[in-house]
């Protein structure tokens, strides 16, 4: 049987059906579109995800291997016909057969919130344009005089680094502006002066 969306559900779904022209809906033959959907939440909560955002379980988000960020999807469940619209902010799931990985929220609404996984079909709703350009960020402090020494030490190797201070007192460093064509490069440069695992951000 079909499940039925919440109010809030449904007017987010209608939301996003606005804001989607005629000409937005997308060839889907270059990304998998059949598989097993699985779910994270617990302790990612609160954490960024792989374009910059804060993580919020509650809201209907997912993640997936390759397409852009800010797609549109719809994930319908094989077995009972239940269907969620999520919005791609995040990157996985990284183990095989699975073809994306849901908000809590999300799975909530195909019921397979207990059993963890379930076969869906996706259906591309809107293919978003990605953006070119990368912020790569190398550390995070809470004391702004060390966040200050890691941007001198890029600067010795070639990079204009930049600290970004969040609301909450933290001082990211950070490397803008990188086009997605030189990433593979600077990245490598950067693990050669040891930071071997950035995090690559849209914004």
């Known amino acids: 049987m079909r499940r039925f969306f919440s109010v809030g559900t449904l007017v987010l779904s209608l939301w996003f ?17 059949t598989g097993l959907a699985s779910w994270y939440g617990g302790k ?4 960024l995800t792989a374009n910059g955002e804060i993580f919020d379980t509650n809201t209907l988000t997912a993640a997936h291997q390759t397409l852009p960020f800010g797609s549109i999807v ?3 469940r094989a077995e009972t016909d239940d269907e969620v ?7 996985g799931p990284f183990v095989d057969g699975r073809i994306i990985d849901l908000s809590r ?7 397979m919130t207990a059993q963890g996984v379930a ?19 190398l550390g995070a ?31 990211r460093v950070i ?19 040891g930071y071997s695992n950035p995090l690559v951000r849209v914004k």
Do not use: W
């Open 17 to 33: 059906g606005f804001l989607l022209p005629v000409t937005a809906f997308a060839d889907d033959s270059q990304h998998e579109t």
């Open 105 to 111: 929220a999300a799975a909530d609404i195909l019921g």
């Open 85 to 91: 619209i999520v919005r791609i902010n995040d990157r």
């Open 175 to 193: 490397v803008q502006g990188v086009h997605l064509r030189d990433l593979e490069t600077v990245t490598a440069r950067l693990a050669e002066i």
């Open 141 to 171: 402090f809470s004391v702004r005089e060390n966040a200050a020494a890691e941007v001198e030490k890029l600067k010795m190797h070639g990079f204009a680094g930049a600290i970004e201070t969040t609301a909450s007192g933290v001082h």
């Open 119 to 137: 076969p869906v079909q996706l259906e591309i709703l809107h293919l978003a344009v990605e953006p070119q350009f990368r912020t790569i960020q």
């Open 44 to 47: 990612f909560q609160g954490r």
């Open 74 to 76: 719809k994930v319908v």
